[in-house]
C-alpha cells in the first residue's frame, strides 16, 4: 500500500472512530426499526425544570399510549443525566437520550419541542418540528389548556395514509441549557 492508500485508510478509519452521537443513533435506531419494520421515531425534549415541560408531560403520555408499538420509536431527550423524571414518563418511551449535544444536533432548540422522523436505513428524514399543542403562547406566557393539538393532528393524517409533508411550528419554552 502506497503512500495515498495508507492516508486514505488512516483518514477513515479515523471517521469510523469519530462519529458523531447523532449519527450513531440514527444508525442504531435505522437498524433495530428496519428488523422491527418501525417505519417513525418521535422525540420530545424534556427538562423537569422547565414548568412547560412538565405541564405537557400528561398529554405525552397520552399520545404515546395511543401510538401503534409497531410503528414509531418513542425518544424521550432528558436535559440531564442525573435529572428527576416520574416512572410512568420513562415507561411510556422506547429509549431516553441524555446527550443535550446529540439533542441540539437533531434540531431541538427548546423544551418542550417534539419531532417526528421517517426512519431510513442511512438517514431520518424530518416530518415535523414543533411543540405538542398550543399551550405555549410565548416564552414565559401559556395556555392553561391548549385548544389545538399539532402533534395529535399530524400523527392523525400519518395513520390515515396521507402522504407526509415536512411541517414546522414555531417553539416557545425553556431554551436548551448551554
Known sequence: MGKWGLGIALIASLM???QSPVRELQQDLSLANSAANKPYAI???YSADCPLSVSVSGDWMQLMSDLPLDSFERILFLSTPGGSISAPLTASVDRIVKDLDT???LGF???PMVQIWELGISSWKPL???P???RSVQTGRSRLAPDSAFVRHYLTRLRTGQSPT???RTVSG???ED
Open 109 to 111: 432548540t427548546h423544551y
Open 16 to 18: 469510523l472512530a469519530c
Open 174 to 176: 425553556c431554551y436548551l
Open 103 to 105: 439533542a441540539r444536533q
Open 166 to 168: 415536512f411541517e414546522m
Open 128 to 130: 415535523y418540528r414543533g
Open 132 to 134: 405538542l399543542d398550543n
Open 43 to 45: 422525540g420530545l425534549s
